[in-house]
């Protein structure tokens, strides 16, 4: 058990549909990561955000979008569902110690789009 | 363009035999980091590599890294069903705290 939460685990929606999915970071982590894996595909970096502020952004939709809120929990939103967006969705975290920026993976979120 | 390859993508091998998964990057990290996925699971940490000439191993695997060829192995030794999974390699972005990741190297161990 990494320490990082993702809820839901499963979820399915209908194209067009917009859906929130919710991630904690280990308890002191600061660093929120958001990545998308199709099936049999290698991990999209999306978004970070650290202490509450977006730092990094990668191939991430306009239709998608994230926040970290005070408690350091994060939201990424997806809106106007595709079929094409049905993937595993993970967030990870990471802390500050030392230069060391290992990420802790949550357990993801399955998202289907019919 | 920062890049992280890994190679082979795909092995398939008997077990008992070795084999070695190759990683080489285009960053300047002294950082690189090897991670396990099993099928629909999530990414888990095997080995933090942190500077030229670290070695670190954890049961049959072994990790290595040459900061000066840009390059990691990951060493399988006498190799095990269990060990079937995916690895990827990662390295620091450019920017703090992004990881590049590798495509991965999806691995089959045959008994």
């Known amino acids: 058990d990494s320490g990082v939460t993702q809820t839901p685990k499963h979820l399915i929606t209908a194209t067009g549909q917009r859906v929130t999915l919710r991630c904690s970071p280990r308890s002191g982590d600061l660093s929120v990561y958001w990545y998308q894996q199709s099936l049999d595909q290698g991990l999209q970096f999306l978004i970070q955000?650290?202490?509450?502020?977006?730092?990094a952004k990668g191939n991430i939709l306009e239709r998608f979008s994230a926040q970290q809120f005070p408690d350091l929990h994060s939201e990424l939103n997806l809106s106007s569902l595709e079929l094409g967006d049905s993937a595993l969705y993970f967030c990870a975290s990471s802390g500050d110690g030392g230069g060391v920026y290992e990420q802790y993976f949550g357990p993801g979120t399955r998202l289907t789009v019919t | 363009e920062l890049k992280v390859e890994q190679n082979p993508l795909f092995l398939s091998m008997q077990e008992g035999k070795n084999y070695t998964i190759y990683c080489n990057y285009s960053?300047?990290?002294?950082?690189l980091y090897w991670y396990r996925q099993d099928p629909g699971k999530s990414l888990e940490s095997l080995f933090v590599l942190l500077s030229n000439g670290a070695v670190k191993q954890e049961g049959r695997l072994m990790a290595s890294l040459d900061t000066k060829a840009r390059l990691s192995t990951l060493h399988i030794t006498a190799a095990v069903h269990d060990l079937s999974a995916t690895y990827f390699c990662?390295?620091?972005?450019?920017?703090?705290?992004?990881?590049?990741w590798g495509a991965g190297t999806k691995l089959i161990i045959k008994p």
């Open positions: 960053t300047t990290s002294d950082r």
């Open positions: 990662a390295v620091d972005g450019d920017s703090n705290y992004q990881l590049i």
């Open positions: 955000y650290y202490n509450g502020e977006e730092r």
